[in-house]
């Protein structure tokens, strides 16, 4: 690859920015082979074989070659998640910015299908905090909550709305991550066919609509509230320039981050309101491109409402009864019904989720534990991913790879059992979901949705 397979005007208005090194991004995006990387799921441990760390996020991982992450059973167990390794800055901004402060908060994910950040947020934060993942378009919802599920945390909401459907929340939330839509280029490493989309024509759409999602979530920003702003493009209009109309439009001051020198971090300042931005340009980095920065809101905020709202319908006490035992903290949770589902969240977000529910669609709350029929409870497979499961109560069965990739298949697993009843599908000690063990066969309750359709040999 040389200049000419870049976009017309793409190298040159990069150039202009300072700390840009030409050669070396050229030469980086004629490695065919991007890095691959990982981040381990610090509520599931596992003796995952890794190579270097990340050097800005302490459970970031790459690997040496690109596995076959289909075939891997501690992947839907949701061990660990694949994720772009410059991405996983946000983690050293989020544990910059709560240095020294352990108040409960709410996190605002806007922009978070398939739900990289949002893992990573959860990680980040504490069981007492909640993380609201929100995604507007429906059809990416589903892999977002796939992937919160297989994370196992409790303390999470799911919505499917528009930015502006947020408005009446004024000061809900005390960190806002907008990881916004953008023109994308830096992906063009890892997708080279996006080059064939990046025009300046698709830079300055960007650059309104990020306007446009920025303008409709800054009231529900709490005061001394956290805006972390980040996109995967090189554009100034897109980045810096955003920067700047944010401090001059808002009350907001800009965040210096520490970085060390060696990580090969380029800090940015905007040209009008000298904010500060973090680009990851390939070749500089070990990783690929992204832009990230974070603001204070030191602007008043209404104060955050207070509904009457009707809530959900609580469990029963017998039918709490029936169900508490399958959770390590009982009596930390709030039980409620969504239809015929049977739910648990943490106690003290009972409030939020009921405030939340009243202007956003939900999509997912808590964890969903089951559905009863007659006496027994269905168990959900959310429980079965939930780090929050009491696994001592339930019958477990250890799983090598090969009845793993059956079970995962949906398929008949080779196995002889002993037991009767409901049991957790484990590898290596990880659920993987549900099945039922009758005295001559296995019912795989693995989600027909979820199941490994590819026909690769074992
Ligand atoms: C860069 S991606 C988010 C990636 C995600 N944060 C992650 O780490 O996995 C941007 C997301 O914004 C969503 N989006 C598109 N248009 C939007 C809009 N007008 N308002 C809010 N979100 C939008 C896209 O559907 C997409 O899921």
Not at 40 to 62: E, H, M, R
Not at 179 to 188: E, I, K, L, V
Not at 390 to 402: A, G, M, S
Not at 443 to 448: A, E, I, L, R, T
Request: proline share 6%; aromatic share 10%; charged share 20%.
């Amino acid at each position: 690859m040389n200049e000419q397979h870049f976009p017309a005007h793409f190298l040159s208005s990069l150039s202009a920015e300072p700390g840009f090194e030409s050669e070396n991004f050229i030469n980086a995006h004629q490695n065919p082979n991007p890095l691959t990387s990982i981040r381990l799921n610090p509520f599931k441990g596992s003796a995952i074989k890794t190579d270097g760390q990340v050097p800005w996020c302490a459970d970031g991982f790459y690997l040496d070659s690109r596995p076959s992450f289909t075939f891997d059973p501690l992947f839907p167990a949701g061990c660990y998640y694949v994720q772009e390794a410059s991405s996983m800055f946000i983690d050293h901004i989020l544990k910059t910015i709560r240095l020294n402060n352990d108040d409960p908060i709410k996190v605002l994910d806007l922009c978070a299908a398939p739900g990289g950040k949002s893992t990573l947020i959860n990680s980040a934060i504490g069981g007492n905090d909640l993380l609201v993942a929100n995604e507007i378009i429906k059809t990416r919802v589903p892999v977002l909550c796939d992937n919160l599920n297989r994370w196992g945390t409790p303390n999470i909401i799911v919505s499917n709305n528009d930015p502006k459907d947020f408005g009446r929340l004024t000061g809900f939330f005390d960190i806002i991550l907008v990881d916004t839509p953008c023109s994308g280029s830096g992906m063009f490493r890892k997708d080279p066919a996006a080059m064939n989309e990046w025009s300046e024509a698709n830079v300055n759409l960007c650059h309104q609509r990020q306007e446009r999602i920025l303008a409709d979530i800054y009231p529900v920003l709490n005061e001394g509230g956290y805006l972390i702003y980040s996109t995967c493009s090189y554009s100034h209009q897109e980045n810096e320039d955003i920067l700047d109309w944010l401090c001059s439009e808002f009350d907001m001051e800009s965040l210096r981050i520490p970085i060390n020198k060696e990580w090969g971090i380029v800090e940015t300042q905007s040209n009008q309101q000298k904010a500060w931005g973090y680009r990851f340009y390939p070749g500089q980095v070990k990783g690929e491109g992204l832009f990230a920065s974070v603001l204070r809101k030191r602007g008043q905020s209404d104060q955050p409402p207070s509904f009457k709202s009707k809530g959900h319908q609580k469990l029963a006490l017998k039918e709490i009864e029936l169900v508490k035992e399958y959770l390590n903290e009982p009596n930390d949770f709030y039980y409620f019904k969504v239809n015929d589902d049977w739910l648990a969240i943490n106690k003290e977000h009972k409030e939020s989720l009921d405030t939340l529910q009243r202007h956003l669609y939900i999509k997912k709350s808590g964890v969903r534990l089951g559905k009863l029929m007659g006496n027994d409870l269905i168990p959900d497979h959310e429980l079965a991913l939930s780090i929050a499961i009491n696994k001592d109560i339930v019958l477990q069965t250890e799983l090598d790879h090969n009845q793993a990739i059956q079970y995962l298949r949906r398929e008949n697993i080779d196995l002889n059992i002993n037991n009767k009843g409901w049991s957790l599908m484990n590898f290596e000690g990880h659920p993987l979901g549900w099945a039922k063990l009758l005295p001559n066969r296995i019912n795989n309750y693995y989600p027909k949705e979820l199941r490994i359709l590819s026909s690769q040999p074992l």
